[in-house]
Nanobody, 118 residues
Framework: QVQLVESGGGLVQPGGSLRLSCVAS????????IGWYRQAPGKQREWVAG???????NYADSVKDRFTISRDNAKNTVYLQMNSLKSEDTAVYYC????????????WGQGTQVTVSA
């Protein structure tokens, strides 16, 4: 059974930091690219950042220079370090695992709430 479990969300003041984690089980982790997405109330889910199976990161313009994505294949975990948080970063954050080789496969986690408010 495949599971992606996000954690690390919470309430933080503007300008603060949080680190999200996404722990995967039931997959051969190093074959998957992992993406972080977010969905704010009343808005569509949007891509935030991604990291390839080889470890190459990419970011949405809205979070570039503030967020850092990384992975630890030994722990089947991807992290999203979020600094200089803004109120507009408030959303439910989801991780998604995509396998583009060995046959396509894709899995979502259940999400973790991030609230940026004074």
């Amino acid at each position: 059974q495949v599971q992606l479990v996000e954690s690390g969300g919470g309430l933080v003041q503007p300008g603060g930091s949080l680190r999200l984690s996404c722990v995967a089980s039931g997959i051969i982790f190093n074959r998957y690219s992992i993406g972080w997405y977010r969905q704010a109330p009343g808005k569509q889910r949007e891509w935030v950042a991604g990291i390839t199976s080889a470890g190459s990161p990419n970011y949405a313009d809205s979070v570039k220079d503030r967020f850092t994505i990384s992975r630890d294949n030994a722990k089947n975990t991807v992290y999203l370090q979020m600094n200089s948080l803004k109120s507009e970063d408030t959303a439910v954050y989801y991780c998604k695992a995509d396998r583009l080789s060995y046959g396509y496969a894709s899995y979502w986690g259940q999400g973790t709430q991030v609230t940026v408010s004074a």
